[in-house]
Nanobody, 125 residues
Framework: QVQLVESGGGLVQAGGSLRLSCAAS????????MGWFRQAPGKEREFVAA????????AYADSVKDLFTISRDNAKNTVYLQMNSLKPEDTAVYYC??????????????????WGQGTQVTVSS
């Protein structure tokens, strides 16, 4: 069982940066593929980024590639999402997700069994 708690959301101006954190419970954090999804009002949840359990492999949605960076610290049971050059269209609730040893490349929200409560990111123009 894994519990996920996100933090770091907030209000930022376009062009600014935010770093989201996700603290995970459990002693087997290093065996979980971790990721981030987001959901804007009136839209479906969409994949943002994922990182393999070792941290050696990452994947990004085309819309955030080269702008966002996902990373993890297995010693701290924490995954991060560094978001740079934010745009108003990045406004959404961001969710941390986890799944035991999920292969990379999975972008369907149903592939991830564990979800955090979400943190709001609002980018003003």
């Amino acid at each position: 069982q894994v519990q996920l708690v996100e933090s770091g959301g907030g209000l930022v101006q376009a062009g600014g940066s935010l770093r989201l954190s996700c603290a995970a419970s459990g002693r087997t954090f290093s065996s979980y593929t971790m990721g981030w999804f987001r959901q804007a009002p009136g839209k479906e949840r969409e994949f943002v980024a994922a990182i393999s359990w070792s941290g050696g492999s990452t994947a990004y949605a085309d819309s955030v590639k080269d702008l966002f960076t996902i990373s993890r610290d297995n010693a701290k049971n924490t995954v991060y999402l560094q978001m740079n050059s934010l745009k108003p269209e990045d406004t959404a609730v961001y969710y941390c997700v986890a799944q035991f040893r999920l292969s990379m490349g999975r972008t369907n929200p149903y592939d991830y069994g564990y979800w955090g409560q979400g943190t709001q990111v609002t980018v003003s123009s």
